[in-house]
Nanobody, 126 residues
Framework: QVQLDESGGGSVQAGGSLRLSCAAS????????MGWFRQPPGKEREFVAA??????????YYADSVKGRFTIPRGNAKNTVYLQMNSLKPEDTAVYYC?????????????????WGQGTQVIVSS
């Protein structure tokens, strides 16, 4: 089992920045990638960003809606990732979930991810 501990989130005005953190613990040696999904109010959960952590390459993936505004850097600890969110918009308001998976490929596909954090709320006001 892998446990994911999220922190960060909160309320910010449009144009502002926030950073979310996620630390994985437990059986992390076989984790292939970690990422972030979000669920806006009344909508389905959607992909935001992911990064491969099984190798040191750290390939990143981003949803078109956040490209150029969000980044997913890794922490000094291998199993820690962040979601740096800049130029936030009201439509970024959602519950953000950290996630992890053991298998490669389909980084955009929610069904590929096995482990989920508890979620953290981000509210962007106009």
């Amino acid at each position: 089992q892998v446990q994911l501990d999220e922190s960060g989130g909160g309320s910010v005005q449009a144009g502002g920045s926030l950073r979310l953190s996620c630390a994985a613990s437990g059986r992390t040696s076989s984790v292939y990638a970690m990422g972030w999904f979000r669920q806006p109010p009344g909508k389905e959960r959607e992909f935001v960003a992911a990064i491969t952590i099984f190798t040191n390459v750290g390939t990143t993936y981003y949803a078109d809606s956040v490209k150029g505004r969000f980044t997913i850097p890794r922490g000094n600890a291998k199993n820690t990732v962040y979601l740096q969110m800049n130029s936030l918009k009201p439509e970024d308001t959602a519950v953000y979930y950290c996630t992890a998976k053991h298998i490669s490929g389909s980084e955009f596909d929610l069904s590929q991810y096995r482990y989920w954090g508890q979620g953290t709320q981000v509210i962007v006001s106009s």
